[in-house]
């Protein structure tokens, strides 16, 4: 099983700066990486997929890089409705089994 | 509007069943892989089934292997889990999601239903 390790667990930011969230892989998944978006008592949202493409309606300031085995999450200017918790998942090794990080969680500085 | 909307989620005793449903809308549920995701309570996110467009393929996570059972009919747009032999560390939101055939990410996921396995 592939297992997927995120880093920090959480991330404390100031509304407005950057924040960079890590995700690897213990052992390639190519580009075969999603992120979501998951506010508290919600459902996640799709955020990202293909490592690098985001999914429809998911503002520019959310962008994705990586393959193989780091990836990395980058909210470029953190508006107050990005404070959540987001995983990272991988597909790569489909099927038979999917495997997500155990997210981190970006709180207000 | 995509909505997929759970329901069967409760209290049952350990050993116990129970089954979850599913009913969506707003897309073409027939051409989607279906999936059920969980999570405990204060913990992350655990895939725990899959079932094909056409029931064709169906997986499970190995830790409810032979006691869950994924079906789902396109006729009514619904998807199903059958949950027997409930543990306690089977407590948690079940999610189910939406999965675009050929990708394997979820699209479009549900407010989830709670299951609590406790005496």
């Known amino acids: 099983e592939i297992v997927m390790t995120q880093s920090p667990a959480t991330l404390s930011v100031s509304p407005g700066e950057r924040a960079t969230l890590s995700c690897r892989a213990s052992q390639s998944v190519s580009s075969n990486l999603a992120w979501y978006q998951q506010k508290p008592g919600q459902a996640p949202r799709l955020l990202i997929y293909?490592?690098?493409t985001r999914a429809t309606g998911i503002p520019a300031r959310f962008s994705g890089s990586g393959s193989g085995t780091e990836f990395t999450l980058t909210i470029s200017s953190l508006q107050s409705e990005d404070f959540a918790v987001y995983y990272c998942q991988q597909y790569n090794n489909w099927p038979p089994a999917l495997t997500f990080g155990g997210g981190t969680k970006v709180e207000i500085k | 509007e995509v909505q997929l909307v759970e329901s069967g989620g409760g209290l049952v005793k350990p050993g116990g069943s129970l089954r979850l449903s599913c009913a969506a809308s707003g897309f073409t549920f027939s051409s989607y892989s279906m999936n059920w995701v969980r999570q405990a309570p204060g913990k992350g996110l655990e895939w725990v089934s899959s079932?094909?467009?056409?029931?064709?393929?169906?997986y499970y996570a190995d830790s409810v292997k032979g006691r869950f059972t994924i079906s789902r009919d396109n006729a009514k747009n619904s998807l199903y889990l059958q949950m027997n032999s409930l543990r306690a560390e089977d407590t948690a939101v079940y999610y189910c999601?939406?999965?675009?055939?050929?990708?394997?990410?979820?699209?479009?996921w549900g407010q989830g239903t709670l299951v609590t396995v406790s005496s």
């Open positions: 999601a939406a999965m675009a055939t050929t990708q394997y990410y979820f699209d479009y």
């Open positions: 079932i094909s467009s056409s029931s064709s393929y169906i």
């Open positions: 293909g490592a690098s």
